[in-house]
């Protein structure tokens, strides 16, 4: 099957698919902002509503799949507020005619909001016990926070793409190649735990009056701190008030190793670059250009060099510290 066929996952095909584990839709089918995967939300014909969500053929293996699962029912199973995959017969991975879906219960929500203390302080407890259960057992299969595949591989995709313009080659690369030295001097190892991975705004929500952790896709081994740097924004003193208050609700259920927070831009210097790779590497899904034309823009390469450029200054200046 083809990386990017999704092309065939029709209305009738979805529907058949969810059918075949029994669940009757009632609704039509709302597609639900995702770009990696398929995700559709509907009503059944038992009154609840439903999310279907249809994995991108070869980017994970069944195994991968199940550990991610898995993971989110040991956290379910702690009473950490997590959206885990409906089990059917035991079963929570479902194959039909060559693809894979999961199914989940469909969660409302209101945003998450970064520059609210009092959400970063609940955040941070969450992410806390989130990581007292994680650090419990290691994934066997899911993949690690590397240098490898954020920064290595993320160049070999841009490279292949031919996606910088030519004026513009000479600048990106060399900068990019910068960063990226730099980035591997820096980025020490440290015990990993698992991780939700991924863990921005985004795949935060407030439900009723409770946080809920949502998307645990892109979960893997890997830095505690991975799961709390993408909530620091703003200058430098706003973020250590972030960290701190992050940090004094993490602690209360999780401790916390501080030489982690020298890998803070480590990391955003590797999720710059893995960002871009991925972008050059889904180009060929009709998804992308639709969704993301500026990336084939002289413009979003101009800004980008200019972001590798302040990183690049920014991993010579001395890490976060905590208010004594």
């Known amino acids: 099957m083809s990386e990017f066929s999704f092309a065939n996952l029709t209305p009738d095909f979805i529907l058949d698919a969810v059918e075949s584990i029994s669940i009757y839709p009632e609704s039509g089918l709302l597609a639900l ?6 995700v559709y939300q509907f009503k059944a014909e038992d009154n609840r509503r439903y999310v279907v969500k249809f994995y991108r053929p070869e980017r994970w293996s069944d195994e991968q799949i199940r550990e991610e699962h898995q993971f989110a029912f040991s956290l379910e199973a702690a009473e950490v507020p997590v959206v885990a995959p409906i089990k059917i017969d035991g079963e929570s991975l479902f194959h039909f005619q060559g693809y894979r879906f999961a199914l989940f219960p469909s969660v409302g929500g209101r945003q998450f909001e970064m520059d609210n203390l ?3 302080e609940v955040l941070g407890r969450y992410i806390g016990r989130m990581h007292s259960v994680a650090g419990a057992t290691s994934f066997s299969y899911r993949p690690t926070v590397n240098c490898q595949d954020y920064l290595h591989n993320a160049k070999a995709a841009l490279v292949e793409s031919q996606m ?6 000479t600048a990106f690369m060399t900068i990019l190649e910068q960063l990226i030295k730099k980035t591997e001097q820096d980025y020490y190892q440290v015990d990993q735990i698992r991780l939700h991975g991924d863990c921005h705004a985004g795949n935060i929500l407030w439900a009723g009056d409770s946080l809920m952790l949502v998307d645990l896709d892109d979960c893997r081994q890997g830095p ?3 799961d709390l740097w993408m909530m620091l924004n703003g200058d430098r003193q706003e973020q250590v008030i972030q960290l701190d208050t992050l940090l004094s609700g993490y602690e209360e259920f999780n401790s916390f190793e501080q030489r982690q927070l020298n890998l803070i831009e480590p990391l955003r210097a590797m999720r710059m670059v893995h960002y871009m790779g991925w972008l050059a590497t889904r180009w060929q899904d009709p998804a992308f250009p639709r969704n993301f034309s500026w990336f084939a ?5 101009e800004q980008q060099i200019l972001a590798l450029k302040e990183q690049f200054a920014t991993l010579h200046e001395p890490a976060l510290r905590l208010i004594p």
Do not use: A, F
């Open 164 to 169: 910088v313009p030519m004026h513009l080659e």
């Open 118 to 120: 009092d959400q970063l």
């Open 33 to 38: 902002n995702s770009y990696e995967n398929r």
């Open 224 to 226: 505690m701190i991975q």
């Open 297 to 301: 823009t002289d413009k979003y390469w």
